[in-house]
């Protein structure tokens, strides 16, 4: 699941909007081992562009989960 979620977010990067839905939609599907690895390759990836988005959508999740 992992490796999917990867491919559709570099697939809508192209969007904010879409970025941030799917980003929201892979923290649903994906189970709690895969986070550390899943929230690091997405700062890796993406955090010159949508920084506030990673940081919104981690930091909600990361209250959600408590």
Same mark, same amino acid.
């Given at each position: 699941m992992l490796?999917?979620? !990867?491919?559709?977010?570099? !697939? *809508?990067?192209f969007s904010k909007v879409l970025f941030e839905k799917e980003l929201r939609k892979a923290l649903k599907m994906l189970v709690p081992a895969e986070m550390?690895?899943? +929230? +690091?390759?997405?700062y890796q990836q993406f955090s010159r562009i949508y920084r506030r988005v990673l940081k +919104? *959508?981690?930091g909600e999740f990361s209250l959600g989960a408590q």
């Open positions: 490796d999917y979620v !990867k491919i559709i977010l570099l !697939k *809508v990067s550390p690895d899943f +929230r +690091r390759w997405c +919104r *959508v981690f």
